[in-house]
C-alpha cells in the first residue's frame, strides 16, 4: 500500500460547518423561548398556580417520594437485554461476510443462538423469580 | 476457535447445571428446592470428569495447567459444596416449615447456589485462559459472584458490611488490573498470552529488558491480582470479610479466588520468563529485575504481617484469615523461584510446587473452616431464630475433644497441616518450595520462609491445644451444638482423611503438579498452530473493505 | 491549523496513528485512573466511590481503544465490549448493595458501618 499524503478532505472545517450551525440554531432556539417567554408573558402566581403539575388534579404527598425497590429489579432485568445487544452488533456486522453456503455459517448462526438463548435462561429466572408480578 | 471450545467442556457442564440451579431453587415445592445441592453436586462430578478427559492444552507458556487446575477446582469444590449446605436461606425454610408462604423475592437459595457455581467456572476459566480477555473475564466471573455470596451468607449487619467492602476494594483490583491488561496490550498489540509472551521475550533479547511500558502493565496487573490472593498492598480487606461471612463461605473465599489468582499471576508472569540473570536476559533463571524486587518484597511482607497479626487474634477465623495471608506469601516464593532449569521436577520448579501447594492448602483450609462451620452457639435451649450465633471466639472451642471428638481431630490434623508437620499432606506441600527456592540460589528468602513458618507454629499449635483444655465457665447459657447439617463434618472429616492418606502416598498428585508446572518457553510456531487450527477462508473479507483500511467506513 | 485539525480528526489512515497523539490519549487515559484512585481513596460516600471505580474501567477502556487504533487492530475495541458488560454487571450488584445498606442504616457514609474493624 502507498504511503498517500495526508488528505484533507475529512479535516476540512467546511464539512463541520452544518453540524456547527445546526448547534447554533438548537441553542438559540431554545434560550429565546426561555427569554422571549420571560419577557413577554405575563407573570401573575397565586397559591394554584404554583403547584407541581400532577395531570391536572390535586396533588397528594411530597415529590420526593421513594421509589419502589421493584422498579429497580425491573432496570436491572433491562439491563440484561441491554448488554446482549452491544454482542449481536459486532455479530451482525460480520456475519454477511460468511460464505452462506459453508457449514460454516450455520456454526455461527447456532453460537449467536445459544448466545441469545442464554438471555431467555435469565427471563425465566425473572418470572420465577417474580419479578413482573404487581401486585 | 474449535479447541477453544474444546477445552470449555467443563465450564459448559457446569453452566447447564447453574441454570437448572436457578429455576429448581425457586420452585414451591419443598422438595424440589432441597434438589439444589445434590444437581449441583452431580454438575461438579460432571465438570470434574470432563476436565480429566477433554481438557487440551492451552496455547500459553503453562499449557498443561488448565487440566490440573480445572480437576483441582473441581475437588475442592466438591468439599467446599458439603460445606455450604444450610448456608442460604436456613431463616427462610424455618419460617416455611412454621406454614408461612414461600416467597420467591425473598429466597435466596437458587442465587446462592448459582454463584457458588458461577464462581468455582470462573476458576476453572482462569487455568485454561489463553488470552488476556478471556483472563479479565474469568477473573470477574470468579469474583463477582463472591460479592453476593458474602453480602447473603447471613442476615446480620456485619455480613452486609463484609460484602460491600469486599466488592468495593475488589472492583478497584479489577480496574487496576484491567488497567494493567490494558498496557500490556499497548505493548505487544495483542491480548494472545503466547503472543505477548513472545513478544515481550523476543523485545528482551533484543534489548536486555521487557521495555516500560510492558514492565508497567505487568505491574499493576500483578498489583491487581494481589487482591485476589490477599498479598500485602491489598489485604486489608481480608480479616474483617473472613470473620463477617459464614464460615462456610469463608472457606470458599480463602480457596476459589486465591486459586484464581495463583493461576492469573503465573500466566502473567510468565510472559515476562524466568530467563534473566547477572547479565541481562538469558544469563540465568530469574525473572526481570523490577518483578522480582516487587515480588520478592510483596512475598516477604506477606508471610510476616500474615503471621505476626495472627499471634494477635482472639477470633479463630481471624487467625485463619490471616494465616491464609501468609500462605499466600509462601506461595509467592514459588513463583519466584520459577520453572528452574529445563527437565526439572516438582523439587526444582516452583511453578509446579505452587499449583501442589495450592491443592494441599485447599483440603487443609477447608478442614480447618469446616469446624468452626459445623458447630453454633445457641443463646438458650430452644432453637429460636435469632439466638443462632456462629462460633467465632477461640474459646468456643474449648473442651472440643470431649463433645465432639470427630470435630476436634479435624482441626489438630488440619491445623498441624498447615503448620507443614512431617507426616501430613502440608510438610508434602511446603517442601517443594523451600527446594525451588534454594534451586534458584534464592538464600535471604528461604531463611525468611523458614522463620515464618516458626512463627506461625504459636498460632497453630494454639489452635491445636485449645479443643483439649477444660471449657471455661460450664453454667454459661449459651451452649456451643454442632449444627444440624452432617454434611459440614462430614466435609471436615474427609478434608482430614485426605490429609493423612495424601500425606503417606501424596507422589502421585505431586507428579500431576509436576507435570501441570511444565514451562514452555513461547515459540512462534505455537503461535502458527494457534492460527492453523481456525479455518481463516470462511471469513471472507470484501477487497475494498481490505484496501480502504481500517477505519473507513 | 491544519495539522491540529489532522490530529484531531485521525486522518492519514495508512500510516499508524502519530504517537504524539497516542501519548495524548494515554495522559488523558492515566489521568482519569488515578483521579478515580485518589477519589476512591479519599472519599467516603459509597456511590461517588464506586462512580471512581467506574471512572478507573473507563480509564483502562479508553487507552485500550487509543491502543487499538495504534497497532492498527480490533483486539482492544473487542475487549472494550467486555469491559463494558462487565462493568455494568457491576454497576447492577453496586447499586443493589447500595440500596440493601441504604434500607438498613439510612446513610451511604462508608464510616458509619465500622462493625468489623481489627
Known sequence: MPTAPITLAATDLSSYLPILILVGMAVTFGVF??????????????????????????????????????????????????????????????????????????????????????????????????????? | MNNVIAQLWPEIAL?????????????????????????SAIGIIVAGYLAATTSVDTATTLPFMAKYGKVLAAGVGLLLL?????????????????GEKFEPLRSTRAEFYAFFLFSLMGLMLCAGASDLIFLFLALELTSLPTYVMVALSTRRDRSMEAGVKYFFLGAMGAAMFLFGFALI?????????????????????????????????LVLSLLGVMFKIAAVPMHFYTADVYQGAASSVTAFLAFVPKCAGFFAIMLLVGCAGWAFGPDGYGSGTALPPELRILLWTIAVLTMTVGNVLALLQTSVKRILAYSSIAHSGYMLVGVIAGPGPAE???????????????LTYGVMSVGTFSVVAALERRRRATAADAAIDEVDHIDELRGLWKRQPHLAAVMV????????????????????????????????????????????????????????????????????????????????????????????????????????????????????????????????????????????? | MNTLFCTLAQSGWP????????????????????????????????????????????????????????????????FVIFVLTVAAAEAALALALVVLLFRRKESLDAERWAELRG
Request: hydrophobic share 50%.
Open chain 1, 33 to 135: 423561548n426561555v427569554v422571549a417567554s420571560n419577557l413577554l408573558g405575563p407573570s401573575r402566581t397565586g397559591k394554584v398556580k404554583e403547584k407541581t403539575y400532577e395531570s391536572g388534579m390535586d396533588t397528594i404527598g411530597s415529590a420526593h417520594k421513594r421509589f419502589n425497590v421493584r422498579f429497580y429489579i425491573i432496570a436491572m432485568v433491562f439491563l440484561v437485554f441491554d448488554i446482549e445487544i452491544i454482542f449481536l452488533y459486532p455479530w451482525a456486522v460480520t456475519f454477511p461476510n460468511i460464505d452462506q453456503s459453508t457449514p460454516d455459517a450455520l456454526l455461527w448462526l447456532g453460537r449467536i443462538l445459544f448466545f441469545v438463548f442464554t438471555t431467555v435462561v435469565a427471563y425465566v429466572y425473572g418470572v420465577r423469580k417474580g419479578v413482573f408480578r404487581f401486585d
Open chain 2, 15 to 39: 453452566f447447564v447445571t447453574t441454570c437448572l440451579v436457578m429455576v429448581v431453587g425457586l420452585s414451591k415445592d419443598r422438595g424440589t428446592r432441597k434438589l439444589c445441592a445434590p444437581i
Open chain 2, 82 to 98: 458439603m460445606l455450604m449446605a444450610g448456608t442460604a436461606d436456613r431463616q427462610l425454610e424455618d419460617a416455611v416449615d412454621r
Open chain 2, 185 to 217: 496490550y499497548g505493548a505487544t498489540g495483542s491480548t494472545a498470552l503466547a503472543d505477548v509472551a513472545y513478544t515481550i521475550q523476543n523485545r528482551a533479547a533484543g534489548t536486555g529488558s521487557i521495555g516500560p511500558l510492558a514492565l508497567t502493565g
Open chain 2, 344 to 358: 526439572s521436577t516438582l523439587a526444582s520448579n516452583g511453578l509446579a510446587a505452587v499449583l501442589f501447594y495450592l
Open chain 2, 413 to 553: 490434623i488440619c491445623a498441624l497441616g498447615l503448620l507443614g508437620l512431617p507426616p501430613l499432606l502440608g510438610f508434602l506441600g511446603k517442601l517443594p518450595l523451600f527446594t525451588s527456592a534454594l534451586g534458584a540460589g534464592e538464600i535471604v528468602l528461604v531463611v525468611i520462609l523458614g522463620l515464618n513458618s516458626a512463627i506461625a507454629a504459636a498460632y497453630y499449635l494454639r489452635l491445636v491445644s485449645v479443643p483439649f483444655l477444660e471449657s471455661g465457665e460450664p453454667s454459661t447459657p449459651d451452649a456451643v451444638v454442632p449444627t444440624p447439617f452432617p454434611s459440614r463434618a462430614l466435609a471436615g472429616v474427609v478434608a482430614a482423611v485426605l490429609v493423612v492418606v495424601a500425606g503417606l502416598a501424596g507422589g502421585t498428585l505431586g507428579s500431576h503438579a509436576e507435570r501441570a508446572g511444565t514451562f514452555r518457553f513461547p515459540t512462534k510456531t505455537m503461535e502458527a498452530t494457534r492460527h492453523a487450527s481456525q479455518p481463516t477462508s470462511t471469513v471472507s473479507v470484501p477487497p475494498d473493505a481490505a484496501e480502504r483500511g481500517p477505519n473507513a467506513r
Open chain 3, 15 to 78: 500510516e499508524p496513528m502519530p504517537t504524539g497523539t497516542l501519548f495524548h490519549y494515554l495522559v488523558i487515559s492515566a489521568a482519569m485512573f488515578v483521579i478515580g484512585l485518589i477519589g476512591f481513596v479519599t472519599r467516603r460516600n459509597l456511590i461517588i466511590m464506586f462512580l471512581c471505580t467506574e471512572l478507573m474501567f473507563q480509564a483502562a477502556g479508553l487507552s485500550l481503544i487509543a491502543f487499538s487504533r495504534f497497532h492498527l487492530n480490533h483486539t482492544g475495541e473487542t
